[in-house]
């Protein structure tokens, strides 16, 4: 079955420093694999997915990834963190039956 | 419309109450979907609507009862809650489910506290 380990619950990061929310996936077949943002008392939104192709995926707000097959990893950055980043974050992966199966996410801090 | 609407945006209810949360999208997609999340969790699946069948039904309590009116409305019926099924109800939705990437829309949620 897929899935998907985020490391860390809580990510502190000053404003202006690079932000690394780590996720690793485990999957039977080729995965596809997404990066969802929640702000406070919001759904989720969708900030970028790995589906066939280029490793290196952009999405929205300045964030991206990339896919490694060989770390079974899917890690999203942004070079720079804006005070309006921090939310929580989490990894998902496509599961059997079409079903999103998502990490257990990682709150973001951002700092003055 | 790229928006999942979701009304009410808080409803508190009794244990004895019926009350329903409604969910809206105009965007043509033909799966939705019904998600919980408690505090500090990431959404768990509850229901998934495809072409306006119940497809899968994660083994969520009958007390909780979904219906799909049309392909734009999804509704979830509240009876005899419990106090621990206060939380946010996420509606989502997908041009289809059975495709290489499902990509989901979520709604901003409905946050239930049963009292």
């Known amino acids: 079955a897929q899935s998907v380990t985020q490391l860390g619950s809580h990510v502190s990061v000053s404003e202006g420093a690079l932000v690394l929310l780590r996720c690793n996936y485990s999957s039977s077949v080729p995965p596809y694999l997404f990066w969802y943002v929640q702000y406070p008392n919001q759904g989720l939104q969708l900030l970028l997915k790995?589906?066939?192709?280029?490793?290196l995926v952009k999405g929205i707000n300045g964030f991206e990834a990339e896919f490694k097959k060989s770390e079974t990893s899917f890690h999203l950055t942004k070079p720079s963190a804006h005070m309006s980043d921090a939310a929580e974050y989490f990894c998902a992966v496509l599961g059997g039956f079409q079903k999103l199966v998502f990490g257990t996410g990682t709150r973001l801090l951002v700092s003055p | 419309d790229t928006e999942v609407t979701q009304t009410p945006k808080h409803l508190v209810m009794g244990m004895t109450n019926k009350k329903s949360l409604k969910c809206e999208q105009h965007m043509g997609h033909r799966a939705m979907y019904w998600y919980k999340q408690k505090a500090k969790k990431p959404p768990e699946l509850m229901f998934v609507y495809s072409y306006e069948k119940l497809s899968i039904n994660e083994s969520v309590p009958s007390r909780f009862s979904p219906e799909c009116p049309n392909s734009s409305l999804l509704n979830l019926h509240l009876h005899a809650l419990q106090p621990e099924d206060s939380a946010l109800y996420l509606c989502a939705s997908s041009q289809q489910t059975g495709t290489g990437a499902n990509v989901l829309t979520f709604g901003a949620g409905s946050r239930l506290t049963v009292l």
């Open positions: 790995y589906t066939t192709g280029a490793t």
